[in-house]
């Protein structure tokens, strides 16, 4: 270990030769106080491999050390360092960008949303950094940014996961040594859990606080459980029987283009009722802000809406409406499917107009939330037998 700087030799008055014990100690002395970076000179192989060079600033002697230590011990144990310390200066960006290139088996959907997540929620965090940088510290501070951000947990269980793929692929690459992703916390995903309902004063205010061209999006998602992606692609043609129900056969995609429902093949649809303040809010927008091509919404500039801009609007306006930091819009389609149960309808019902792929995935999500059919069955039962009882003749003596 060494620094490359004339440092030593301008304090000795004299080019030190540091095969010297002596002149070696004299070095030493002067690299301690001058702020040069450390070089490691190593060779992966034996004499005959070319020597090879790792630098660390000034401050982290104490690394430099341990990576000598470290090459000492393959020797001692006959191994030979595999993984040269530069081939893991690629930007994780970069990376990224071959890994996901190479995943073969992929559906275009899967890289779709891989790709989406990289963009997103990755690389502004991690895409500059070097592979070799990014320490286990890098992806929990990246983990608690999302967090702060206000990611949903699903969202950010499913960055990790692509980010955890990356560095696992990069192991085996031998540009690291090992993956920083290991034991990291994660905030809960939980299907069953409690939903926040927000009161009509604050979604009202929620939606008044949105930009005015996008403020009827709260009351689709509010008052017909649609999902964000689905309500940016409502048309004027959608309301149907003299504006009381809502048909929807289209969502607009992460890549900002038209695309079939969640779980639906082209040219498959979903009527759900469309509540009069519903109505009344698409009646006013179309007086206000007319329509493009017959759909509702579009982007400051034209073209279909972006997720990212809308959620960061979104969060903006969630505030000025006193709801938490971690209420998102999909928030709002949970307020729609607890308002709904809370007052009775069926959850068959419910399933069919939140559009999912199958009822199992209501009931794990929103069971919970008819357990007062418990006590209705406890009632019944009970008030059956009492009556069965009461017919029943009293036994002579």
Same mark, same amino acid.
């Given at each position: 270990?060494?620094?490359?700087?004339?440092?030593?030799? $301008?304090?000795?008055?004299?080019?030190?030769?540091?095969?010297?014990?002596?002149?070696?100690?004299?070095?030493?002395?002067?690299?301690?106080?001058?702020?040069?970076?450390?070089?490691?000179? %190593?060779?992966? =192989?034996?004499?005959?491999?070319?020597?090879?060079?790792?630098? %660390?600033?000034?401050?982290?002697?104490?690394?430099?050390?341990?990576?000598?230590?470290?090459?000492?011990?393959?020797?001692?144990?006959?191994?030979?360092?595999?993984?040269?310390?530069?081939?893991?200066?690629?930007?994780?960006?970069?990376?990224?960008?071959?890994?996901?290139s190479g995943r073969v088996g992929l559906?275009?959907?899967?890289?779709?949303? %891989?790709?989406?997540?990289?963009?997103?929620?990755?690389?502004?965090?991690?895409?500059?950094?070097?592979?070799?940088?990014?320490?286990?510290?890098?992806?929990?501070?990246?983990?608690?940014?999302?967090?702060?951000?206000?990611?949903?947990?699903?969202?950010?269980?499913?960055?990790?996961?692509?980010?955890?793929?990356?560095?696992?692929?990069?192991?085996?690459?031998?540009?690291?040594?090992?993956?920083?992703?290991?034991?990291?916390?994660?905030?809960?995903?939980?299907?069953?859990?409690?939903?926040?309902?927000?009161?009509?004063?604050?979604?009202?205010?929620?939606?008044?606080?949105?930009p005015a061209r996008w403020a009827a $999006?709260?009351?689709?998602?509010? =008052?017909?459980?649609?999902?964000?992606?689905?309500?940016?692609?409502?048309?004027?043609?959608?309301?149907?029987?003299? =504006?009381?129900?809502?048909?929807?056969?289209?969502?607009?995609?992460?890549?900002?283009?038209? =695309?079939?429902?969640?779980?639906?093949?082209?040219?498959?649809?979903?009527?759900?009722?469309?509540?009069?303040?519903?109505?009344?809010?698409?009646?006013?927008?179309?007086?206000?802000?007319?329509?493009?091509?017959?759909?509702?919404?579009?982007?400051?500039?034209?073209?279909?809406?972006?997720?990212?801009?809308?959620?960061?609007?979104?969060?903006?306006?969630?505030?000025?409406?006193?709801?938490?930091?971690?209420?998102?819009?999909?928030?709002?389609?949970?307020?729609?499917?607890?308002?709904?149960?809370?007052?009775?309808?069926?959850?068959?019902?419910?399933?069919?107009?939140?559009?999912?792929?199958?009822?199992?995935?209501?009931?794990?999500?929103?069971?919970?939330?008819?357990?007062?059919?418990?006590?209705?069955?406890?009632?019944?039962?009970?008030?059956?037998?009492?009556?069965?009882?009461?017919?029943?003749?009293?036994?002579?003596?």
């Amino acid at each position: 270990m060494i620094k490359k700087c004339e440092c030593a030799d $301008t304090k000795a008055g004299r080019t030190l030769d540091l095969r010297t014990a002596d002149d070696r100690k004299t070095a030493e002395r002067s690299w301690g106080k001058c702020g040069h970076s450390w070089v490691v000179r %190593y060779r992966l =192989g034996g004499r005959g491999t070319k020597q090879q060079e790792q630098s %660390y600033p000034h401050n982290m002697k104490k690394d430099a050390e341990a990576f000598i230590l470290e090459i000492k011990s393959d020797k001692v144990s006959g191994l030979r360092r595999t993984i040269d310390p530069k081939a893991g200066a690629i930007t994780f960006a970069d990376y990224a960008d071959s890994w996901l290139s190479g995943r073969v088996g992929l559906s275009a959907k899967s890289v779709e949303i %891989y790709g989406n997540a990289l963009k997103n929620q990755i690389n502004p965090t991690l895409g500059h950094l070097r592979l070799n940088a990014i320490t286990r510290q890098t992806i929990k501070n990246f983990i608690s940014a999302l967090i702060k951000a206000a990611y949903a947990p699903n969202t950010i269980h499913s960055a990790y996961m692509v980010v955890g793929a990356i560095f696992s692929e990069a192991t085996k690459d031998k540009l690291i040594p090992e993956s920083p992703c290991t034991d990291i916390e994660l905030p809960s995903a939980a299907q069953r859990q409690e939903f926040l309902v927000p009161s009509w004063t604050q979604i009202s205010k929620l939606a008044d606080s949105m930009p005015a061209r996008w403020a009827a $999006t709260v009351w689709l998602m509010a =008052g017909c459980g649609l999902r964000v992606s689905e309500a940016f692609a409502v048309a004027e043609g959608g309301v149907m029987f003299g =504006g009381r129900r809502l048909r929807i056969h289209e969502q607009v995609t992460r890549k900002r283009v038209l =695309g079939p429902l969640k779980h639906r093949e082209e040219g498959d649809y979903r009527v759900m009722p469309l509540p009069p303040f519903v109505h009344s809010a698409i009646t006013t927008h179309i007086e206000s802000h007319g329509t493009a091509d017959g759909y509702l919404f579009q982007a400051a500039k034209g073209g279909w809406v972006g997720y990212e801009t809308y959620r960061l609007a979104f969060a903006a306006a969630a505030k000025t409406a006193g709801l938490p930091e971690d209420f998102t819009p999909h928030g709002l389609r949970h307020s729609y499917a607890s308002m709904q149960l809370a007052q009775g309808i069926p959850i068959t019902d419910v399933s069919r107009w939140l559009g999912h792929q199958d009822i199992g995935i209501t009931f794990r999500t929103y069971g919970h939330l008819v357990d007062e059919a418990w006590d209705r069955a406890l009632d019944v039962m009970q008030a059956g037998y009492q009556t069965g009882i009461a017919e029943v003749p009293a036994a002579a003596c």
